[in-house]
């Protein structure tokens, strides 16, 4: 990190500002147009490369220049709340993958959303998550665990995997106060548990905790096996 | 007393309310209170509008109780930060109390405005029943609502002109709630439901637009195919603002110049927004009416840049445009030689997260729109590169900006030419464009552009910083200088103690202050809470919760938030939120 200057911010660095000083007229505009800026341009980024420090139409390559496509970045683990964006944004931001047209292997890369709202009863809020950043149930019931601090689905989460009888679902449900539904591609209510992750990842449109006797009353897992031995 | 001000007395009360009237800011209603008691009176008798920026800086009755003449609220809950998920997931901000005091004390009541407040259905349900005039119901960034909520709206507010929704949390357990709108129900001017994602039953809301001869806005939900839009188009060419929904075309050949026909009918069409992705086949669509354009707000759509270029280019008369950064340079380019009366450019990340390849957006397309655009006022950015010497020929530009937001999205990114921290590009913002309100900084940043803002922003209002500084100083400068600051959220910054006690006596003069992520100790929350009385000193803890009385006082605090009240601290903090 460079040394705190004794002088003001004008002092700082007199290449850049030769470029623009305030008072001069008319606009600074890009590089190639006025030659201002390529002064300052002596290490080009990418993006210098790309447009060939002038205004390009829109559309074209600036001079027959290739797009030098950079590697995409590593990925990197997420901060909380950053970028700062309203995580109301969701499901149709598009992958670039596809639009950059060029590598397959960058085509899985982009960012598939596949948000659904979760809610709870009795809490006043819904919030969203993202079915695809999970890769089981157990990934994702940790998730909502932390989502909504006073749920705890007991041991349902870990060992949804090795859920294979009626007998077993309804165990679980009497062993914890919650239950975890969730309404699929048909507008039904099912157990979330039943179906194999892919499918349910698929298929899931939204997700809701019920508390756990309404889940059995209701009766949904007899149901929810049919549907998936129909599927299978 | 009034002896001494006996020239109050030589009108009647309702030439000074008449006089009033015309005073343009609740800030000078305030200060016309305090001259006299009279004045007083007149003034809290007559005061029609009241602006309420946090819920709990006065107790909903109190607020109630002097100003009785009340017709149209707008309160405010939840820090700005709580939209990125800072905050904890029931913190409060509920609409409950401010909703039974104002039943009770605001019958005539007409616009209810609320953003970012928790807001349940039986909220809804007493204020559909008890305001017999209710004109205008706007709810922005709100939670706690679902469509059950909206029928009782519907069913029961008989005069309601505007329905807006604003980027809800809504809960659709009531597929048809928009047939709870009596056949006799005309009066609609603004329907806003872009946030609702489920099913719509479009011959419903065909039938209720076509009854609505006023509608001028229309934003509907995601799931609209082509052909239901064309429709519902036709039912409504006087509309002014148009929010698409989510158009799925499904080609069939007559469809694209059915879709190009309905456009052509809104001849007074202003504003487009929505979503899109019925491919640039079908944009050319919309090119009739881009010429009337004022805002454009693609955010969240996956046009690219040729085809959004060609768009922006037909777009002389646009004003504000708010797209995806997949405009890339290029067509920023051509915002700027065709839209030059541009005043506001909002700029969104498709891939916030970095996880395909990377858009050519620069430094450069912004500087392209500050040169081509000389009425730009305000802008908020997301980039992955910046300099300093673009932000210093920004800042010379346009001199007029309001409003900057500048979101460089890798934390630490400094000038990518010089390697240097952006101080002296942000440092020319505050210093060139002196009428900047709000500003929100990023990248590489040290004390020194804390220095320059403390000394030169005197106009801001609102300050957002994160992953900036070097020591406490930073802050010191803040809350020293920037005389007019109202709001500052901070995260990730090492701002501690020090900053906070030497400048207690601005937090009370600030609406309020956030931060998280900081070198702030429990001791010092202590000290403050304990020499200004005013203030609510709230500590969010989120691993237990619990008393906060054994805790030591060097005990880091995560989450601080600060604002004067009168109302002192509040009742309704769920268990990880202390008030020290």
Same mark, same amino acid.
């Given at each position: 990190?460079?040394?705190?200057?004794?002088?003001?911010?004008?002092?700082?660095?007199?290449?850049?500002?030769?470029?623009?000083?305030?008072?001069?007229?008319?606009?600074?505009?890009?590089?190639?147009?006025?030659?201002?800026?390529?002064?300052?341009?002596?290490?080009?980024?990418?993006?210098?490369?790309?447009?060939?420090?002038?205004?390009?139409? *829109?559309?074209?390559?600036?001079?027959?220049?290739?797009? *030098? *496509?950079?590697?995409?970045?590593?990925?990197?683990?997420?901060?909380?709340?950053?970028?700062?964006?309203?995580?109301?944004?969701?499901?149709?931001?598009?992958?670039?993958?596809?639009?950059?047209?060029?590598?397959?292997?960058?085509?899985?890369?982009?960012?598939?959303?596949?948000?659904?709202?979760?809610?709870?009863?009795?809490?006043?809020?819904?919030?969203?998550?993202?079915?695809?950043?999970?890769?089981?149930?157990?990934?994702?019931?940790? *998730?909502?665990?932390?989502?909504?601090?006073?749920?705890?689905?007991?041991?349902?989460?870990?060992?949804?995997?090795?859920?294979?009888?009626?007998?077993?679902?309804?165990?679980?449900?009497?062993?914890?106060?919650?239950?975890?539904?969730?309404?699929?591609?048909?507008?039904?209510?099912?157990?979330?548990?039943?179906?194999?992750?892919?499918?349910?990842?698929?298929?899931?449109?939204?997700?809701?905790?019920?508390?756990?006797?309404?889940?059995?009353?209701?009766?949904?897992?007899?149901?929810?096996?049919?549907?998936?031995?129909?599927?299978? | 007393?009034?002896?001494?001000?006996?020239?109050?007395?030589?009108?009647?009360?309702?030439?000074?309310?008449?006089?009033?009237?015309?005073?343009?800011?609740?800030?000078?209603?305030?200060?016309?209170?305090?001259?006299?008691?009279?004045?007083?009176?007149?003034?809290?008798?007559?005061?029609?509008?009241?602006?309420?920026?946090?819920?709990?800086?006065?107790?909903?009755?109190?607020?109630?109780?002097?100003?009785?003449?009340?017709?149209?609220?707008?309160?405010?809950?939840?820090?700005?930060?709580?939209?990125?998920?800072?905050?904890?997931?029931?913190?409060?901000?509920?609409?409950?109390?401010?909703?039974?005091?104002?039943?009770?004390?605001?019958?005539?009541?007409?616009?209810?405005?609320?953003?970012?407040?928790?807001?349940?259905?039986?909220?809804?349900?007493?204020?559909?029943?008890?305001?017999?005039?209710?004109?205008?119901?706007?709810?922005?960034?709100?939670?706690?609502?679902? %469509?059950?909520?909206?029928?009782?709206?519907?069913?029961?507010?008989?005069?309601?002109?505007?329905?807006?929704?604003?980027?809800?949390?809504?809960?659709?357990?009531?597929?048809?709630?928009?047939?709870?709108?009596?056949?006799?129900?005309?009066?609609?001017?603004?329907?806003?439901?872009?946030?609702?994602?489920?099913?719509?039953?479009?011959?419903?809301?065909?039938?209720?637009?076509s009854r609505c001869p006023n509608l001028k806005t229309l934003r509907l939900n995601h799931v609209t195919p082509l052909e239901k839009l064309v429709g519902l188009l036709h039912r409504a060419p006087q509309l002014v603002d148009l929010g698409i929904g989510m158009l799925?075309?499904?080609?069939?050949?007559?469809?694209?110049?059915?879709?190009?026909?309905?456009?052509?009918?809104?001849?007074?069409?202003?504003?487009?927004?929505?979503?899109?992705?019925?491919?640039?086949?079908?944009?050319?669509?919309?090119?009739?009416?881009?010429?009337?354009?004022?805002?454009?707000?693609?955010?969240?759509?996956?046009?690219?840049?040729?085809?959004?270029?060609?768009?922006?280019?037909?777009?002389?008369?646009?004003?504000?445009?708010?797209?995806?950064?997949?405009?890339?340079?290029?067509?920023?380019?051509?915002?700027?030689?065709?839209?030059?009366?541009?005043?506001?450019?909002?700029?969104?990340?498709?891939?916030?997260?970095?996880?395909?390849?990377?858009?050519?957006?620069?430094?450069?397309?912004?500087?392209?729109?500050?040169?081509?655009?000389?009425?730009?006022?305000?802008?908020?950015?997301?980039?992955?590169?910046?300099?300093?010497?673009?932000?210093?020929?920004?800042?010379?530009?346009?001199?007029?900006?309001?409003?900057?937001?500048?979101?460089?999205?890798?934390?630490?990114?400094?000038?990518?030419?010089?390697?240097?921290?952006?101080?002296?590009?942000?440092?020319?913002?505050?210093?060139?464009?002196?009428?900047?309100?709000?500003?929100?900084?990023?990248?590489?940043?040290?004390?020194?552009?804390?220095?320059?803002?403390?000394?030169?922003?005197?106009?801001?209002?609102?300050?957002?910083?994160?992953?900036?500084?070097?020591?406490?100083?930073?802050?010191?400068?803040?809350?020293?200088?920037?005389?007019?600051?109202?709001?500052?959220?901070?995260?990730?910054?090492?701002?501690?103690?020090?900053?906070?006690?030497?400048?207690?006596?601005?937090?009370?003069?600030?609406?309020?202050?956030?931060?998280?992520?900081?070198?702030?100790?429990?001791?010092?929350?202590?000290?403050?809470?304990?020499?200004?009385?005013?203030?609510?000193?709230?500590?969010?803890?989120?691993?237990?919760?619990?008393?906060?009385?054994?805790?030591?006082?060097?005990?880091?605090?995560?989450?601080?938030?600060?604002?004067?009240?009168?109302?002192?601290?509040? %009742?309704?903090?769920?268990?990880?939120?202390?008030?020290?």
């Open positions: 990190m460079t040394p705190p200057m004794e002088h003001d911010y004008m002092g700082v660095n007199d290449t850049e500002l030769r470029l623009g000083l305030p008072g001069s007229n008319g606009r600074v505009a890009d590089g190639g147009a006025t030659g201002g800026l390529t002064l300052g341009c002596a290490k080009r980024g990418f993006s210098d490369v790309i447009h060939g420090g002038s205004f390009s139409e *829109a559309g074209e390559d600036a001079g027959g220049v290739t797009k *030098a *496509a950079p590697p995409p970045p590593p990925a990197k683990t997420q901060i909380v709340g950053w970028p700062p964006i309203r995580s109301y944004r969701k499901n149709t931001i598009a992958s670039n993958s596809s639009k950059n047209n060029n590598d397959d292997a960058d085509a899985k890369q982009g960012n598939e959303c596949h948000y659904v709202k979760v809610s709870m009863d009795g809490a006043p809020y819904l919030r969203k998550v993202n079915l695809n950043r999970y890769s089981d149930y157990k990934e994702l019931s940790l *998730a909502l665990e932390k989502m909504f601090t006073c749920v705890t689905f007991g041991s349902y989460g870990v060992s949804a995997r090795e859920m294979t009888t009626e007998g077993r679902v309804l165990d679980l449900l009497q062993g914890s106060e919650h239950a975890l539904t969730y309404e699929d591609k048909d507008g039904d209510w099912m157990l979330v548990g039943d179906v194999p992750w892919p499918m349910f990842a698929d298929s899931c449109r939204r997700l809701r905790i019920m508390k756990g006797s309404d889940a059995i009353g209701i009766g949904k897992a007899p149901k929810a096996m049919e549907k998936s031995r129909i599927r299978n | 007393m009034d002896r001494a001000f006996s020239w109050v007395a030589a009108f009647p009360d309702e030439v000074w309310e008449h006089t009033f009237s015309f005073l343009p800011t609740d800030a000078d209603r305030n200060a016309v209170a305090l001259v006299c008691r009279s004045w007083h009176r007149i003034e809290r008798l007559s005061r029609r509008k009241i602006f309420v920026g946090n819920c709990y800086a006065v107790e909903p009755a109190a607020a109630v109780r002097r100003f009785p003449e009340v017709r149209a609220a707008t309160i405010k809950g939840k820090p700005h930060f709580a939209d990125f998920n800072l905050t904890i997931t029931d913190w409060g901000g509920g609409a409950g109390r401010w909703i039974q005091s104002m039943a009770k004390g605001w019958p005539l009541l007409e616009e209810l405005r609320l953003k970012r407040m928790v807001v349940s259905d039986d909220c809804l349900e007493i204020a559909a029943r008890s305001f017999k005039n209710f004109r205008v119901l706007s709810l922005a960034s709100c939670e706690g609502f679902s %469509t059950a909520g909206l029928a009782s709206v519907a069913a029961n507010c008989r005069n309601l002109k505007a329905l807006d929704l604003h980027e809800n949390e809504v809960e659709e357990n009531c597929i048809n709630w928009i047939s709870h709108f009596p056949e006799s129900f005309t009066s609609l001017v603004t329907l806003n439901i872009a946030c609702l994602d489920g099913e719509m039953n479009v011959s419903i809301l065909e039938r209720l637009i799925i075309g499904e080609g069939h050949p007559g469809l694209f110049s059915k879709l190009e026909s309905a456009f052509a009918h809104l001849k007074h069409l202003k504003n487009l927004s929505g979503i899109w992705e019925a491919g640039p086949l079908y944009l050319p669509a919309i090119y009739s009416i881009c010429e009337g354009l004022t805002a454009l707000h693609l955010c969240d759509s996956s046009i690219q840049t040729p085809e959004l270029s060609k768009v922006v280019s037909r777009c002389k008369n646009l004003q504000q445009l708010w797209a995806m950064d997949l405009i890339e340079d290029d067509g920023l380019i051509a915002v700027a030689s065709s839209c030059k009366l541009l005043r506001e450019l909002r700029i969104f990340p498709s891939d916030p997260h970095g996880l395909a390849q990377p858009v050519y957006l620069t430094q450069y397309g912004l500087l392209a729109v500050s040169s081509g655009c000389v009425m730009l006022e305000s802008v908020l950015y997301f980039c992955r590169q910046m300099t300093n010497s673009a932000l210093l020929a920004i800042a010379n530009n346009c001199p007029n900006l309001t409003c900057f937001r500048l979101c460089i999205i890798e934390p630490y990114t400094p000038d990518y030419i010089t390697q240097e921290p952006l101080d002296a590009g942000f440092g020319a913002i505050v210093e060139l464009c002196k009428d900047l309100r709000r500003l929100s900084i990023s990248g590489l940043l040290t004390d020194r552009v804390f220095k320059t803002i403390g000394a030169s922003a005197n106009r801001l209002e609102m300050l957002s910083v994160a992953f900036a500084g070097d020591t406490d100083a930073g802050l010191h400068y803040i809350l020293s200088g920037c005389k007019k600051l109202r709001k500052l959220e901070i995260r990730d910054c090492p701002f501690g103690d020090k900053a906070l006690l030497d400048n207690a006596d601005k937090l009370e003069a600030m609406r309020s202050l956030w931060m998280s992520s900081c070198s702030v100790t429990l001791g010092a929350c202590r000290l403050l809470a304990k020499k200004m009385p005013r203030l609510n000193v709230e500590v969010i803890d989120e691993n237990g919760g619990g008393s906060l009385e054994s805790w030591p006082d060097d005990c880091h605090v995560e989450k601080l938030y600060i604002y004067r009240t009168i109302a002192g601290p509040r %009742t309704d903090a769920p268990p990880f939120v202390l008030t020290v």
